[in-house]
């Protein structure tokens, strides 16, 4: 075989395992086993620390939103991404996707295709006024639900932020 054979033969098998997925699988292996292995040696000396996140999650809300991002990646097998996420929240017994859904109110018959957190997505957006929704429908009544709303999209804004990864 010449050098330019071997190229393009090169550049085939790339494009194929792209296309298939199974180069993005091992570059999502790679990373992560990269990270815990550094999580490992470092955890011996110093562990690492984001205090901003070991507040957050001292917090119900904090604990609660984490357990979603982590219920999303088991949902979807992100198989890689979630030692990785587990690793840095260093979350222990976190709760089960029955209990999330429990504790949220949201009964499992309507989720069994969706993550939780696409549910409560949904839910709000189906809630949420719409642009020509008159003024005095948002104060009889509804005014304080709105604001429990922004509160809930201000908190999944926040576990989506904490969801991704370098």
């Not at 996140?53 to 991404?81: C, H, M, P, S």
């Not at 104060?139 to 576990?159: F, I, P």
Request: charged share 25%; with cysteine.
């Amino acid at each position: 075989m010449s050098c330019e054979e071997d190229t393009e033969l090169r550049d085939l098998v790339i494009h194929t395992l792209e296309t298939n997925g199974t180069l993005g699988k091992i570059r999502a292996q790679l990373r992560a086993s990269v990270f815990l292995a550094l999580e490992d040696q470092v955890h011996h000396r110093t562990p690492l620390l984001n205090q901003s996140l070991i507040t957050y999650l001292d917090t119900t809300n904090g604990k609660t939103n984490a357990a979603l991002v982590r219920e999303f990646l088991i949902f979807f097998n992100l198989e890689y991404t979630l030692p990785v996420f587990d690793a840095e929240t260093n979350l222990c017994g976190a709760l089960s996707r029955d209990e999330l859904a429990t504790e949220l109110g949201i009964e499992q018959d309507e989720t069994i295709a969706t993550p939780l957190l696409s549910h409560l997505l949904l839910q709000y957006k189906d809630r949420a006024p719409s642009v020509g929704e008159e003024s005095s429908k948002l104060t009889n009544g509804t005014l304080g639900e709105n604001r429990v709303r922004h509160k809930q999209m201000q908190g999944a804004k926040q576990v989506i932020r904490f969801s991704r990864l370098p």
